[in-house]
């Protein structure tokens, strides 16, 4: 069983940057692969960058690739989400999730979910 808790949402003008953290409960965590998705409103949930249990492996949407680094720190059981150059269309509560499984852009293949937090991009 793993809990995930994530911060590090806000308001931010169009340029900005934020940092999202992802805390993790358990001692597993290090066998996780570990995502970012997001969802705007009226729309579906939507991959935004996976990175594998050791940090060896990232992937990215098209959509962020470039402005998004993806990163974790098993010894501090977090991962986290750089974000640079935001942008309006970034405007969106941002969860993090947990995947036995190996790195996917699939929502299908993650266990477990946080609560979200919102990321506000002004234009």
């Known amino acids: 069983q793993v809990q995930l808790v994530e911060s590090g949402g806000g308001l931010v003008q169009a340029g900005g940057s934020l940092r999202l953290s992802c805390a993790a409960s358990?001692?597993?965590?290090?066998?996780?692969?570990m995502g970012w998705f997001r969802q705007a409103p009226g729309k579906e949930r939507e991959f935004v960058a996976a990175i594998s249990w050791s940090g060896g492996s990232t992937y990215y949407a098209d959509s962020v690739k470039g402005r998004f680094t993806i990163s974790r720190d098993n010894a501090k059981n977090t991962v986290y989400l750089q974000m640079n150059s935001l942008k309006p269309e970034d405007t969106a509560v941002h969860y993090c999730?947990?995947?036995?499984?190996?790195?996917?852009?699939?929502?299908?293949?993650?266990?477990?979910w946080g609560q979200g937090t919102q990321v506000t991009v002004s234009s």
């Open positions: 358990g001692r597993t965590f290090s066998s996780y692969a």
């Open positions: 999730a947990a995947s036995l499984r190996t790195l996917s852009d699939s929502l299908d293949e993650y266990d477990y």
